[in-house]
């Protein structure tokens, strides 16, 4: 591609100065690269040949094919690029300044009430009953019991877990460090029931699993390595058709302790402390929730509703 080493210095940029995460950068990297080859096939010589209306055409052809929440993150990408490029003088003006971003639909998200909640917990723990004749199968159930409470416990993102190392728990005081996204670092407390599936999975279960590729990983994978998301989302969507809940992922456990936390009372900006989100906007979706569930009860329960 003709603009490669204008988008390596961006990248190198984002990678330095922005605390990105890899799966950011590299989104943002495809993003990017798909707009300037656009150009390229358009006969676009120089970067700043580019103009809005260029800029415009491409974002049209994009949306024939992308839905409106991946054309926001390219738009955003696109933009972030061009600023980049303006303020390093490699353009005279910014093309992007002025581009917008398509408005998406909000959706309330999909959550467990706390029975549901509860259920799925306490059918995940049932199933650690065991007669001890296969310690690798009943070690992967501690641990996936572990990680449901955890992950209802702290509202923490799956890749979030996946990253915990033994070292990020304080049983003391029951908290964990949580690295989020930007490599923002944040502290999280657990309850007694999260505690103990972890104190037994690290006690009784890691042990089983770990070899030399475990390194300080609290979540192992069958084979000893650090879990991954994958098998993470598997065990979640599994758990919830055993429990008969709603078919769940582990975003949906974070969206639920959301809600649970504002329906007990909590403050809002301790909820965002909380699950580590950079905007109180994005905090206040669970409200939204709270007052639809209280609708849903009002129109039950009310007599003259």
Same mark, same amino acid.
């Given at each position: 591609?003709?603009f !490669?080493?204008e @988008?390596d210095g961006?990248?190198?940029y984002l990678?330095?100065?922005?605390? #990105? ?6 989104a ?5 690269r798909?707009? $300037? !080859?656009?150009?390229q ?5 120089e970067l700043?040949? +580019?103009? #809005?209306?260029?800029l415009?055409? *491409?974002?049209?052809g /994009?949306?024939r094919? %992308?839905?409106? &929440? ?8 696109v933009r ?6 303006? /303020? %390093? ?13 398509p408005?998406i639909? !909000?959706?309330l998200p /999909?959550? @467990? ?6 259920r ?8 650690l009953?065991s007669?001890?004749?296969d310690?690798?199968?009943?070690? +992967?159930?501690?641990r996936?019991d572990a990680?449901l409470e $955890?992950?209802?416990?702290? =509202?923490i993102?799956?890749a979030? $877990? ?24 944040r ?11 972890l104190?037994? *999975?690290?006690?009784?279960?890691r042990?089983v699993?770990?070899n030399?590729?475990s390194?300080a990983?609290?979540?192992? =994978?069958a084979?000893?390595?650090?879990v991954?998301?994958?098998v ?5 969507h599994? &758990? ?6 709603p078919?769940i992922?582990p975003?949906?456990?974070? %969206?639920?302790?959301?809600t649970?936390?504002?329906d007990? =009372? ?5 909820v965002?402390e909380?699950?580590g %989100?950079?905007?109180l ?6 409200t939204?929730?709270? +007052?639809e569930? @209280? ?6 329960a009310f007599?003259?509703a």
């Open positions: 591609m003709r !490669e080493r @988008l961006y990248l190198t990678k330095a100065n922005r605390g #990105l995460s890899e799966n950011t950068r590299s943002y990297a495809r993003d990017v798909s707009c $300037l !080859e656009a150009m096939r358009r006969g676009v010589a700043g040949e +580019i103009t #809005l209306d260029d415009r055409m *491409w974002m049209a /994009e949306s094919t %992308h839905a409106r &929440s991946s054309m926001a993150r390219r738009v955003v990408a972030g690029f061009f600023f980049w490029a303006h /303020e %390093h003088g490699m353009i005279p003006s910014d093309p992007a300044a002025a581009l917008m971003t408005k639909p !909000e959706h /999909e959550i @467990l009430n706390e029975a549901q909640a509860e799925l917990l306490d059918k995940t723990a049932d199933r009953v007669d001890g004749d310690p690798r199968r009943d070690a +992967i159930g501690l996936d990680m $955890l992950l209802y416990a702290t =509202g993102r799956v979030e $877990l996946v990253a915990l190392d033994r070292g990020d728990i304080t049983f003391a005081n029951r908290t964990l460090k949580v690295t989020g996204k930007g490599n923002k670092q502290v999280v407390p657990f309850g007694a029931p999260a505690g103990l599936a104190e037994r *999975w690290l006690e009784r279960g042990p699993l770990e030399e590729a390194g990983a609290v979540f192992l =994978g084979r000893g390595g650090r991954n998301q994958r993470v989302r598997q065990v979640v599994a &758990s919830a058709r055993a429990a008969g809940v078919d992922g975003h949906a456990l974070r %969206h639920s302790a959301a649970h936390l504002l007990g =009372g909590a403050d809002l900006r301790e965002q909380l699950l %989100h950079a905007s906007k994005t905090t206040q979706r669970y939204h929730v709270s +007052i569930q @209280l609708k849903q009860r009002y129109g039950q007599p003259r």
